[in-house]
């Protein structure tokens, strides 16, 4: 969750007015173009399932479509900084990064209006692909990552990671920059993204619900238009085995993480049945390694109980990853937010939302 005034917390509640725009540059790191510029439609869609984790559109006035390729507006160019919150009564504004990207097309509507298509800056990365093998050249796993980003993206910025290091293997890829990050990335446990601000950060999945940062309930004050919560067993399995296939020349092997806690509702063998999951890596180093990730995959695997579709008030300080506490027609649960869809006008914000449930493993 994004920080925020007091102020802010106690207003969403109330009746209140939204706040939206934009800044232009001449590329990612490059001068600023044109500054507060007010947006008068569209959304953005942040998912952290996604290597592009943050896209969408906005819409600005007439005077902004361009003519020449130096324009502020232009696929050619601009890079954009969407910030979205609220109004004040007295004018002033309390805004937050919604994101951070290319502009990659133009449209011009009807009433001359021109709608921008917008992806955050990993689709800078992955779209630089390895023109010939490179090979690892860093001593940590999160600095080679870093090193891969910066090779495709040199004004690249980098927030707070949460992960815990390890050494990096001697590896070499050929072609894809996206698959060499999300490789690493999931050596520990983790993903690659970009925040609403631009900064690429290593952060570890979410698989379990933490510290609720926000309410969202229907009645009077509450964010709650509706909420939709489904119980399902699709995506999940009580069996996850990694291979370990490493091209530094060190000899494949393979670990078992298994749901073989008496009592659990997805015991393998018990009446959940059995369900497999293959996993094939490069990255883990050692036994150990291989087992944490094993470890981390089963928990997300298991655990899936129940998700929810919600449609509420915007609280533009949310981002993929929180956990909320939801409340629908006497219905309540915890959950973690998967994904959301902030609008750039007054119309509703949306989530996706799921809770999950810690297995115990046993490895064979």
Same mark, same amino acid.
């Given at each position: ?5 007091? =102020? ?33 439609? $569209?959304? %953005? ?31 050619? =160019? ?6 979205? /919150? %609220? ?13 951070? $990207? ?12 021109? +709608? ?40 690249? +910025? ?52 933490? +510290? ?22 699709? $995506? ?36 959940? /049945? ?8 490069? +990255? ?36 993929? /990853? ?43």
């Amino acid at each position: 969750m994004l920080p925020s005034t007091a =102020q802010y917390k106690q207003v969403i509640h109330a009746p209140h007015s939204l706040a939206f725009e934009v800044d232009l540059y001449a590329g990612p790191g490059g001068v600023l173009l044109e500054s507060g510029v007010p947006i008068f439609g $569209g959304s %953005i869609s942040a998912n952290l399932t996604q290597r592009v984790t943050r896209s969408g559109t906005f819409t600005l006035g007439p005077e902004f479509w361009p003519t020449l390729a130096t324009d502020p507006l232009t696929p050619y =160019q601009t890079v954009a900084n969407i910030k979205a /919150g %609220i109004r004040y009564g007295n004018g002033a504004t309390e805004l937050f990064d919604v994101i951070t $990207g290319r502009v990659g097309e133009l449209t011009r509507n009807d009433n001359g209006s021109v +709608t921008a298509r917008i992806d955050d800056l990993a689709a800078d990365v992955v779209a630089y692909q390895f023109e010939t093998p490179v090979s690892s050249e860093s001593p940590t796993v999160v600095a080679q990552i870093k090193r891969i980003i910066e090779a495709a993206l040199p004004a690249a +910025t980098f927030g707070t990671n949460d992960v815990i290091d390890a050494a990096m293997p001697d590896l070499t890829w050929d072609e894809d920059r996206g698959k060499a990050l999300d490789d690493l990335a999931e050596s520990l446990g983790a993903r690659w993204y970009t925040l609403g601000n631009g900064d690429f950060v290593v952060r570890r999945l979410p698989y379990d619900v933490g +510290t609720p940062v926000q309410d969202i309930f229907d009645g009077a004050e509450g964010l709650l238009i509706s909420g939709t919560p489904t119980l399902t067993r699709d $995506g999940a399995a009580n069996s996850v085995t990694v291979i370990v296939e490493r091209f530094d020349g060190g000899a494949p092997f393979r670990v078992r993480a298994r749901d073989n806690a008496v009592g659990s509702p997805t015991l393998f063998n018990g009446p959940f /049945g059995k369900v497999t999951e293959i996993i094939k890596v490069q +990255t883990p180093l050692s036994m150990d390694d291989a087992k944490d990730y094993a470890t981390a995959q089963l928990k997300a695997l298991t655990a899936l109980s129940s998700t929810w579709g919600v449609s509420c008030v915007p609280d533009y300080t949310l981002e993929p /990853g929180d956990t909320v506490r939801l409340e629908s027609r006497g219905v309540r649960e915890t959950q973690l937010i998967d994904s959301i869809t902030y609008p750039l006008s007054n119309d509703l914000m949306t989530l996706g939302t799921r809770a999950r449930t810690r297995a115990n493993s046993t490895f064979l």
